[in-house]
């Protein structure tokens, strides 16, 4: 079946500006996450939503990053006055319901903001 | 100290060798352990998870878990050149902390 799919791949801003990434998770994982990786790097963890609620926040860098999941499905995470530190790839994992779950991750968008 | 460490490498490998990659972690309470494959400029791709003791076979690839020493391994037998990327180690802790923690990865190279 299909993957996950993560929309755009790349995206460059300019420094202030605001951003939006889509996430689709695969079908019927009730699980959603979002990392953040730049290079060199593992992914660091983001935001994490069960469901249509975030669960854990505890990953988001500031208060200019947020990310909703209106009806349990699809994702955004949405960076207000992206700065040039905010350049990086965003990846979006998503897993089944379970204790021992398993994370599978999106294609990235790579974010550059000049 | 970091929570998930692993050596950044490059480890080079024959083809048809057995590649080891190591990995410790400092939190006691995890409960589960991930190898993923990230190939340059792609995202990760999971290979093997080990929940218990032990070892943990599937095709070329074995997982260990030595929760005792709080080190989780991969070996991956007949390395071929597909196997070039780099492998990344991941940990959750106990059930209810769904993140996961990764290590920085272990850039393999297998020489043909």
């Known amino acids: 079946g299909a993957g996950v799919s993560q929309t755009p791949s790349n995206k460059v801003t300019e420094k202030g500006k605001y951003v939006e990434l889509r996430c689709d998770p695969i079908?019927?994982?009730?699980?959603l996450y979002w990392y953040r990786q730049s290079l060199g790097q593992g992914p660091e963890f983001l935001i994490y939503?069960?469901?249509?609620?975030?669960?854990?926040d505890s990953g988001l860098p500031n208060d200019r990053f947020f990310a909703v999941r209106p009806e349990g499905s699809v994702s955004t995470l949405k960076i207000q006055r992206t700065e040039r530190g905010d350049s990086a790839v965003y990846l979006c994992?998503?897993?089944?319901?379970?204790?021992?779950?398993?994370?599978?991750f999106g294609p990235g968008t790579r974010l550059t903001v000049l | 100290q970091k929570e998930v460490e692993q050596n950044s490498g490059p480890l080079s490998v024959p083809e048809g060798a057995i590649a080891s990659l190591n990995c410790t972690y400092s939190?006691?309470?995890?409960?589960?352990f991930f190898w993923y494959r990230q190939y340059s400029g792609k995202s990760p791709e999971l290979i093997m998870s080990?929940?218990?003791?032990g070892d943990k076979e599937d095709g070329r690839f074995t997982a260990q878990l030595n929760k005792a020493s709080q080190y989780v391994s991969l070996l991956i037998r007949d390395s071929q050149p597909s196997d070039s990327a780099t492998y990344l180690c991941?940990?959750?802790?106990?059930?209810?902390?769904?993140?996961?923690?990764f290590g920085t990865g272990t850039r393999l190279t297998i020489i043909p």
């Open positions: 991941a940990v959750k802790s106990n059930f209810g902390n769904e993140k996961l923690t």
């Open positions: 939190d006691r309470v995890s409960q589960s």
């Open positions: 079908s019927g994982h009730t699980a």
């Open positions: 994992a998503s897993s089944p319901l379970g204790s021992y779950n398993e994370q599978f």
């Open positions: 080990i929940y218990s003791n």
């Open positions: 939503f069960q469901g249509t609620g975030a669960a854990d």
